[in-house]
């Protein structure tokens, strides 16, 4: 057993810079996991810094990066601005009379699920539609009890909110305008022999760099495409949901599935089955072949090679871990671990056994 630790310890880690790779890759797990609670308008800071610097790059091949950072910056604050005053007050006020009206939209659910045992009566019986009824009640009478604690708890959250929204769009300032300066200072802590995390860094950084701005694109255009189709065919709620279908591009394959459920719902309730609800869900379904097939190669021209099943691990893990940055993240991160994979060092004395 100890011979067989020490070839695998030999093999993966007898380079120094598999050494050094390890070290900042634990350092970093380490920082997150430990601190991400105090250090997170840093950490949100950074991304979205990360997002802009694609456009202050572009733009400083033009005009001085002080003046693209300016120009980006501001527009940052403009949208900021427009989402704070404009468009939560809208969401806000659109989840209002949903919960408002949801009871209704129960009630009317029983009445159908009750006919389904006169239908079909081989198949569904009164007892099962019962029983599911009262699964349905007790998770409404949950689900506002959990908003209740939430409206009493919000004290604390508003307070972290208004720390956010003064420390964040400084720090955003600061990492747009002095990067060259902090991304020295945090180099010079590293040796001057990293040739192994310089490779991975350039390489993760085109497919990061190319993925998040992507993803961001395709929120915009998915959110503004639902709310212009939603609002020309009348569908209620219509910021809401071109809202949740716009952020559902977060979640690769599970979360289309989940942004049809609100969208089918609300046109039932509003038209029943007619043609006005068929019009909906087609042009729904027009919207996500559009995005899939069309939207997301133009976007993602580097896009990165992994397989379904390790998207959907990478988003359970890194979702587990790090809750909406994870999901957002779990592509370039699973990314990340095969880029490493491939790129640690191995001994060079393993080459030489495998070619006797």
Known sequence: M?????????????????????????????????MSQMLAPVLASMVIAYMLEGIVKSLEQHIPRFIA?????MTFMTLLTFILLVLFPLLYQQT????????????????????LPERYPDYITVEQIESLITSMRSATRDAGQMLLSYSLSSIPILITVLVYL?????????????????????VSFLPKERHAANRLWREMDAQMGNYIRGKVYEI????????????????????????????SVIIPYVGATLATLPVVVVAYFQWGWSTEFIWVISAYGIIQALDGNVLVPLLFSEAVNLHPVAIIVAVLVFGGLWGVWGVFFAIPLATLV????RAWPHSPMESIELSQ
């Open 69 to 73: 950072v300016f120009f980006v910056y």
């Open 96 to 115: 209002y009379q949903f919960m408002h009206e949801f009871p209704t939209m129960i009630a009317h659910g029983h009445q159908l699920l009750l006919q």
């Open 338 to 341: 095969k880029a490493l994979l």
């Open 220 to 247: 915009f255009i998915v959110g503004v495409a639902s709310y212009v189709t939603f609002a020309f065919l009348g569908l209620n709620y219509t910021p809401l949901l071109a809202v949740i279908v716009g952020l």
């Open 2 to 34: 100890i011979n067989v630790l020490s070839r695998w310890f030999n093999k993966y880690f007898s380079d120094p810079q598999a050494v050094l790779l390890a070290i900042l890759l634990l350092g970093g797990f380490t920082i997150i996991m430990t």
């Open 166 to 186: 003064i420390l964040v769009p400084l720090l955003v300032f600061f990492f747009l305008k002095d990067k060259k300066q902090i991304v020295s200072w945090l």
